[in-house]
């Protein structure tokens, strides 16, 4: 076997191993062994290997003001800890996917590894759904929150994949799995009973839509299909709303709060004090580290407000206002590569563009009113994001049909 076919092999179980909870020992062997197999490929480096993803300098600067948070936070070696895993594993993370996606067979690798993934992890899902929602928070699925970020993530490469394969005049057999793929993450996603998922669902439909009706020559763009796109929109909107408050409606039957009573709004006016503290240096790198002050503040209320349930807001919490410079110019540098990649002709890099605007949008909208772009979840979004850069930078053969979507 070849070594970079090794090293694509290793990054696409890891992260298909993000997906479940309760893998964090295979998750770091699987991590470790990537980037063994990643610096060996860069010694003796195929052609045309780029070694660093074209985001690297802002994730860089982001992650020194992180460390450099341990000179002034309440809490250092907490901060350490986290910044090791937010940091520098989310970092290696997207190193290792970006070197293994590179590899010669890595179209074939990581779909099939991460599809197959996904499907067992929404199968379980459906099966704890169903034995309860006690058990349903412990399964392997890793819970409502970590399995919702990880649709959010994936569901707009499995899209644009179902896209593509018409485009590009893939078996009938091979659309049908793909959808169905689709179709049994929607199912699964109802299961997480979270909100903010269809929010993020219907962010992610729109922002793919708005790009492929882009791809459309001017002069086909009639008044027509710009009908017909704007009420595929307002359709998904309105489903994806309809959800939403069926899902409200089951919440509060098993004792949720409305959404005008939601306990964040008590919350945030709180957050925004703190952060006026210290508006600069923010407290210190690491989600939580005033949870002592905020359990206290809020126990009688709510005992899951340890943590700012917002990133940006939780961005100037931790750093102050150079993090959260820093964030979202790591953020823009996502959305330009996304939308360089989603200009080009080729459709099959268009996609992994699209895909990428996509995915950012989706996570944006799922972490408004938490902050769950931690841990696995972490992992494997700067994993997508590092196979999507690569994959948008391959010499791909153009799609057999010639129209543009």
Same mark, same amino acid.
């Given at each position: 076997?070849?070594? *970079?076919?090794?090293?694509? %092999?290793?990054?696409?179980? &890891?992260?298909a191993s993000c997906l479940f909870g309760g893998t964090v020992s295979l998750r770091l062997l699987l991590l470790g062994t990537a980037l063994v197999l990643a610096a060996a490929v860069t010694f003796r480096p195929p052609e045309k290997l780029a070694l660093l993803p074209p985001i690297w300098l802002p994730f860089v600067l982001w992650g020194a003001w992180?460390?450099?948070?341990?000179?002034?936070?309440?809490?250092?070696?907490?901060?350490? @800890?986290?910044?090791?895993?937010?940091?520098? !594993?989310?970092?290696?993370?997207? %190193?290792?996917c970006y070197v293994g996606a590179q590899a010669l067979h890595a179209v074939r690798i990581f779909p !099939?590894?991460?599809?197959?993934?996904? $499907?067992?992890a929404c199968s379980t899902a459906l099966y704890e759904f169903a034995h309860g929602l006690k058990r349903y928070a412990e399964g392997w699925h890793g819970g409502p929150g970590d399995h919702s970020s990880a649709l959010l993530t994936l569901m707009p490469c499995v899209a644009i994949a179902g896209w593509y394969a018409s485009r590009a005049g893939w078996p009938r057999s091979a659309g049908f799995a793909i959808w169905s793929l689709a179709a049994l993450m929607t199912v699964s996603a109802y299961t997480t009973l979270n909100r903010t998922l269809w929010l993020g669902f219907a962010a992610e439909f729109v922002v793919l839509g708005a790009l492929l009706l882009a791809r459309v020559p001017r002069v086909l763009r009639s008044a027509r299909v710009r009908l017909a796109a704007g009420a595929i929109a307002l359709a998904v /909107?309105?489903?994806? +709303?309809?959800?939403? /408050?069926? =899902?409200?409606?089951?919440?509060?039957?098993?004792?949720? @709060?409305?959404f005008e009573r939601d306990h964040r709004l008590v919350l945030w006016p709180? /957050?925004? +004090? !703190?952060?006026? $503290?210290?508006?600069?240096?923010?407290?210190? &790198?690491?989600? +939580?580290?005033?949870? *002592?002050? #905020?359990?206290?503040?809020?126990?009688? =209320? *709510?005992?899951? #407000?340890?943590?700012?349930?917002?990133? &940006? #807001?939780?961005?100037?919490?931790?750093?102050?206002?150079?993090g959260l410079v820093l964030l979202l110019i790591l953020l823009g540098a996502i959305v330009r590569e996304g939308w360089r990649a989603a200009r080009q002709a080729n459709e099959a890099a268009a996609g992994c563009g699209m895909a990428l605007l996509g995915v950012l949008a989706g996570v944006l909208a799922r972490n408004m009113t938490d902050?769950?772009?931690?841990?696995?979840?972490?992992?494997? &979004?700067?994993?997508?994001v590092g196979v999507l850069l690569a994959f948008s930078a391959?010499?791909?053969?153009? $799609?057999?049909?010639? $129209?543009?979507?």
């Open positions: 076997m070849r070594l *970079d076919t090794a090293a694509a %092999w290793v990054a696409a179980l &890891f992260l992180a460390l450099a948070s341990l000179a002034w936070s309440v809490e250092p070696e907490r901060s350490l @800890k986290e910044w090791r895993n937010e940091v520098f !594993y989310t970092g290696a993370a997207l %190193w290792v !099939y590894v991460v599809a197959a993934a996904v $499907a067992a /909107i309105v489903g994806c +709303g309809a959800v939403l /408050i069926s =899902i409200q409606t089951e919440r509060v039957r098993v004792g949720a @709060k409305a709180e /957050i925004v +004090g !703190y952060i006026e $503290a210290r508006p600069l240096t923010g407290h210190g &790198f690491g989600r +939580g580290l005033l949870r *002592d002050d #905020l359990q206290q503040r809020f126990r009688q =209320i *709510d005992e899951n #407000l340890w943590h700012a349930h917002n990133m &940006f #807001l939780e961005a100037l919490l931790q750093l102050g206002a150079p902050s769950l772009l931690v841990r696995q979840n972490a992992l494997l &979004f700067w994993g997508v391959r010499p791909w053969p153009q $799609a057999s049909k010639s $129209a543009p979507v």
